[in-house]
């Protein structure tokens, strides 16, 4: 069994800036991509960024684009994503996928495989 745990949620004043970490463990397996998702109360899950391993290439929400940096290590499946310059409308529980084969469509959700069970991200104005 494949397990995705993140890390690195918290609290933050506006302005200010959170690193999220998520690492794989279990059954080994082979990622194609990993990718960030959240999901604020009463909304429908949204990509915020993904990175494809194959070329090192980054996606990012527009609402996200300038401010967060999608990064990892493909050999140990682990990804980050540094958040800076938080706002209020960042505020959500936030979610690292990771799929086995290449993404059509990178942001969104059904293309990944394993996801983990999400870290709180509150930014205070």
């Known amino acids: 069994q494949v397990q995705l745990v993140e890390s690195g949620g918290g609290l933050v004043q506006s302005g200010g800036s959170l690193r999220l970490s998520c690492a794989a463990s279990?059954?080994?397996?082979?990622?194609?991509?990993m990718g960030w998702f959240r999901q604020a109360p009463g909304k429908e899950r949204e990509f915020v960024a993904a990175?494809?391993?194959?070329?090192?290439?980054?996606y990012y929400a527009d609402s996200v684009k300038g401010r967060f940096t999608i990064s990892g290590d493909n050999a140990k499946n682990t990804v980050y994503l540094q958040m800076n310059s938080l706002k209020p409308e960042d505020t959500a529980v936030y979610f690292c996928?990771?799929?086995?084969?290449?993404?059509?469509?990178?942001?969104?959700?059904?293309?990944?495989?394993?996801w983990g069970q999400g870290t709180q991200v509150t930014v205070s104005s």
């Open positions: 279990g059954r080994p397996f082979t990622s194609i991509a």
């Open positions: 996928a990771a799929a086995r084969t290449r993404p059509v469509l990178v942001n969104l959700p059904r293309q990944y495989d394993y």
């Open positions: 990175i494809t391993w194959s070329r090192g290439s980054t």
